[in-house]
């Protein structure tokens, strides 16, 4: 009998112990199905919440483009010199019933989602700096607005990033090298191209004159250079030369300025060369007559323009790259995305030209009778 008891008991305890750890596996198991739940539910209200802030950077490029077209004294520029979260809602781009959010509405019978909206957007006009990605033998062409008048800017490319890890350094000199001779790391050869006119409105072709352009090389040929000497504004100084005086007929030759770059800096995640380039007139604040033409002659890159340690620190571009600052709301959930707005009306500048030393003889017609065979220029055979 006390044997059949000792059993029993024994039964009871292995019961119990199993019921106990069958709770434990259970709790864990629906410890982890509601982590994941939550998990995916907050993964999927971030993404949400970031649409929606996506969806305030698109209307504050509609705001952007409003100001742009009808001037200073629009709603639209109004609403953005205020710095206010309503930006979109006071510009005029959409109404919303409530003055401190837009909700979003989806699907193909643009149902409002519950919850979803932006609720802030700020649009900084005037900024600090400019920044492009240009490829190899690609130009951009940048419009040198301000908001102060001055006569230099600061330019610097060549940054640490996930395609490019290393940076060597060409060779040294103050000449043009072939491409093979440029290695794949080293920082690119620029070419600058300043055009500043002397009037500040539209005279005819004098206004575009090549007496007004200047060109600069900027050819890196070293990368010793200690990164606070980058800030120096009498280091890698440039000034651009003329490529014609006004009212001749003769080009000059522009010449090539090394620049010391920098290793130390590119380590630390900063750009490698910079220079200070003194423009041939002053920028006058509101002329949106002049422009700066960059060209990466050899490697992509990436170029950062600026005004640092020029002035009195207050020179800003104006209208150039806008930032747009939006919010986005799903749920309880906010996401917020900064984001830089380059002009719509980007300039396509043309590559390439010709450029002869003689005259120029162009056949032209406009027939549907096929190519006239009295040509007036003569043909020059190829070379065998």
């Known amino acids: ?55 305030g950077v698109e209307d504050g490029k509609r705001a952007i483009m409003a100001c742009q077209r009808s001037g200073s004294v629009s709603a639209a520029c109004k609403a953005i010199a205020a710095k206010r ?36 957007v700020l649009i900084d006009s005037q900024t600090s700096d400019v920044v492009y990605s240009l490829k190899e033998g690609s130009s951009r062409v940048v419009p040198l607005h301000v908001n102060k008048d001055t006569s230099m800017i600061r330019l610097q490319w060549m940054m640490k990033n996930d ?41 005819g072709q004098q206004s575009f004159d090549s007496s007004i352009v200047s060109t600069a090389f900027l050819r890196p040929s070293g990368i010793r250079a200690p990164r606070n000497l980058l800030d120096s504004t009498a280091f890698n100084a440039v000034a ?21 770059c920098s290793a130390e800096a590119f380590d630390n995640h900063q750009y490698a060369c910079s220079a200070y380039v003194t423009l041939p007139r002053n920028l006058v604040a509101g002329n949106p007559m002049a422009f700066l033409r960059i060209t990466s002659i050899y490697n992509d890159t990436d170029v950062r323009l600026s005004f640092d340690n020029i002035g009195d620190g207050t020179i800003k571009f104006d209208g150039v790259q806008p930032k747009v600052d939006s919010t986005g709301r799903a749920g309880d959930v906010y996401r917020r995305v900064s984001s830089r707005i380059s002009s719509s009306s980007n300039i396509n500048y043309p590559e ?24 007036t220029c003569k043909v020059i055979p190829e070379e065998q």
Do not use: H
């Open 240 to 260: 651009p030369q003329a490529v014609r005086a006004a009212g001749s007929a003769t080009n000059a030759t522009a010449g090539v300025s090394p620049i010391t």
């Open 163 to 203: 395609k490019v890890s290393t940076i060597s350094s060409a060779d040294g000199g103050d000449t043009l090298p072939k491409r093979v001779e440029w290695p794949a790391d080293a920082p690119a050869l620029l070419r600058i191209q300043a055009v500043v006119p002397e009037s500040t409105t539209v005279n």
């Open 352 to 375: 390439y030209a010709v450029d002869i030393t003689g005259s120029l003889c162009k056949d032209f017609s406009v027939t549907n009778q096929g190519v006239p065979s009295a040509l």
């Open 85 to 120: 979260c309503s930006t979109i809602q006071d510009a005029g781009i959409i109404s919303s019933i409530s003055n401190t959010a837009i909700t979003i509405k989806s699907g193909t019978n643009l149902q409002y989602i519950s919850g979803q909206a932006y609720t802030c």
């Open 1 to 55: 009998m006390t044997r059949s008891k000792q059993s029993g008991l024994v039964s009871i305890i292995v019961v119990m112990f199993t019921a106990i750890l069958l709770m434990v596996v259970s709790t864990g198991f629906i410890r982890i199905m509601v982590q994941e739940e939550s998990r995916a539910s907050n993964n999927n209200l971030s993404r949400t919440a970031y649409e929606s802030a996506v969806a």
